[in-house]
């Protein structure tokens, strides 16, 4: 089983990124996929998740109308697309995938949001 993020870097504020979680290794299509985040000296945080048949998508409040979290089955790959980055969105960004409460993580990718 692996999840590979990529697409981060460093950026301006109220720049875009986006980034791509690619998995391998189980039933992709089966399982939720969600985008965390954990900055420094913080707690790791549930930022958006998009449910198995990809109809339905929960966000954070403080990343709603500036992140879209889409997956596409046929490519195994989960994708989060962030506009309007702050500074304290400065984090390392991990996928994670879950069914049944069996779940698989990512290494992370790392989002720098500065001037």
């Known amino acids: 089983v692996q999840l590979v993020e990529s697409g981060g870097g460093l950026v301006q504020p109220g720049g875009s990124l986006r980034l791509s979680c690619a998995a391998s290794?189980?039933?992709?299509?089966?399982?939720?996929l969600s985008w965390y985040r954990q900055a420094p000296g913080k707690e790791r945080e549930l930022v958006a998740r998009?449910?198995?048949?990809?109809?339905?998508?929960h966000y954070a409040d403080s990343v709603k109308g500036r992140f879209t979290i889409s997956r596409d089955n046929a490519k195994n790959t989960v994708y989060l697309q962030m506009n309007s980055l702050r500074p304290e969105e400065t984090a390392v960004y991990y996928c994670?995938?879950?069914?049944?409460?069996?779940?698989?993580w990512g290494r992370g990718s790392q989002v720098a949001v500065s001037s």
């Open positions: 998009i449910t198995s048949a990809g109809g339905s998508a």
């Open positions: 290794g189980f039933t992709f299509s089966s399982y939720d």
């Open positions: 994670e995938a879950v069914r049944s409460k069996v779940g698989y």
